[in-house]
C-alpha cells in the first residue's frame, strides 16, 4: 500500500497559488516529508522536505499538520514552468517512498 | 546543480540480450538507488546502495542485478530481457549521514523498450 496519497490531477490559473495536498496518515516520529516535481521526459527534481515545523525555500513553502498525517505544498505564484507531476514522499532513513503524485496543469 | 548521467538515454532491444544501463554521479554521494517507473504511476525501488561493495533489494521484485565497485558507478544488468522489462528505469544518488539534509539527485533516465 502506497505511503502517501494525493489527488491525481490539479489545475492552477498562471500568477496564482496552488495548494497540493498530501495525506501520509501511517508517518512515524521519524520520517521526513519530502516533496519532488517531475518535468516529461526527466528525471524527478527535489523541491522542498520537512519533519514537523513549517518550511520556505526559495521554490515554495510547506505546511505540516500537527499530527503530521498530512501536508501541503504551496507554490505562491504558478507559472507555466511549473506545469508538472509532484509527489508527496516519506523518507524512513532507509528508503523514500514515492506516491502516485498529482499533476498539476497551469492554466495561461 | 545535480551531477548525475545515465546512457543510454533511449533503448530498444530483442527478447533474450543481455543488457546494462549505465549511472554515474560526480558528487562523491554514497547512497545510489535504481527505480522502475510505468507511464503515470509512482517510482518503485528495485535496488540501492550504502556504498563501495554494498547493494540492497528494494520493495519491488526485479530480475535485474547492480554492482557497486566504485562510488561514482552504480550500473544495471539484465541477463536476458523480456517485454515486461519494458520501463522507465531512473537512477539517482544522496549523501550518506545526516537524514534532515538528506536529498535525491536524480538523472534524466533510461526508456527501456524490449521487442
Known amino acids: 500500500d502506497a505511503k502517501t496519497t494525493q489527488p491525481n490531477s490539479m489545475e492552477s490559473n498562471e500568477e496564482e497559488p496552488v495548494h497540493l495536498p498530501c495525506n501520509h496518515s501511517?508517518?512515524?516520529?521519524?520520517?521526513?516529508i519530502h516533496w519532488y516535481r517531475q518535468l516529461p521526459s526527466q528525471g524527478p527534481e527535489y523541491v522542498i522536505h520537512?519533519?514537523?515545523s513549517n518550511v520556505n525555500n526559495r521554490m515554495a513553502s510547506l505546511a505540516i499538520a500537527e499530527d503530521r498525517k498530512s501536508s501541503t505544498l504551496i507554490l505562491h505564484r504558478a507559472t507555466l514552468r511549473d506545469a508538472a507531476v509532484y509527489y508527496c514522499?516519506?523518507?524512513?532513513?532507509?528508503?523514500?517512498?514515492f506516491g502516485t503524485g498529482t499533476s498539476l496543469t497551469v492554466i495561461p | 546543480e545535480a551531477d548525475i548521467y545515465q546512457t543510454p538515454r533511449y533503448l530498444v532491444i530483442g527478447t533474450g540480450k543481455k543488457i546494462t544501463l549505465e549511472c554515474s554521479q560526480t558528487?562523491?554521494?554514497?547512497?545510489m538507488y535504481w527505480y522502475q517507473q510505468d507511464p503515470g504511476m509512482e517510482l518503485h525501488l528495485i535496488h540501492y546502495?550504502?556504498?563501495?561493495?554494498?547493494?540492497e533489494k528494494g520493495d519491488l521484485s526485479s530480475e535485474s542485478t547492480v554492482s557497486r565497485i566504485r562510488t561514482e558507478h552504480f550500473p544495471l544488468t539484465l541477463e536476458s530481457a523480456r517485454p515486461s522489462h519494458t520501463s522507465q528505469y531512473l537512477c539517482?544518488?544522496?549523501?550518506?549521514?545526516?537524514?534532515?539534509?538528506?536529498?535525491?539527485?536524480f538523472g534524466s533516465g533510461t526508456q527501456l523498450s524490449v521487442l
Open positions: 539517482a544518488s544522496s549523501e550518506l549521514g545526516n537524514r534532515g539534509k538528506e536529498k535525491l539527485f
Open positions: 501511517t508517518i512515524s516520529g521519524t520520517d521526513y
Open positions: 520537512g519533519l514537523t
Open positions: 514522499i516519506l523518507n524512513t532513513g532507509n528508503q523514500f517512498y
Open positions: 558528487m562523491g554521494h554514497d547512497k
Open positions: 546502495s550504502y556504498g563501495v561493495n554494498s547493494t
